[in-house]
């Protein structure tokens, strides 16, 4: 996962007279879980096909030019990267709820 990629593939691809701003997320494992336990590692895996809807349905969210996603499945170790997603739009009011939605309901729908 690179972000540095993602952006420049945003950057590269995306109507330029479109975007005002880029935003990201990358999502890293914890040391501890969210009721305090200690994570040595986890086990991941999504659901393509409900990432894919996702994406599309950000797209259609006003003022949003462009929306990427990256998530690795398989087993993390405490700080390897489990998500990217880099959403990209007009103005600030339009592109953070974006993102915020997006990756909730990747968290929500497709893990």
Known sequence: MDLNKMIERVRKNTDPSKVGM??????????????????LSIEVAYDQEAIQAVIRDTRKMPGIAEVLVEAREGRLNVGEEI?????????????????????????????
Do not use: C, Q, Y
């Open 22 to 39: 880029i935003t990201s997320h990358l999502g890293v494992v914890r040391r501890t879980s969210r009721n305090g336990r200690e994570v």
């Open 83 to 111: 998500m990217a997603v880099v959403v990209a739009g007009d103005i600030r009011e339009n592109v953070f709820p974006a993102l915020v939605t997006a990756v909730n309901r990747i968290k929500k729908e497709a893990s």
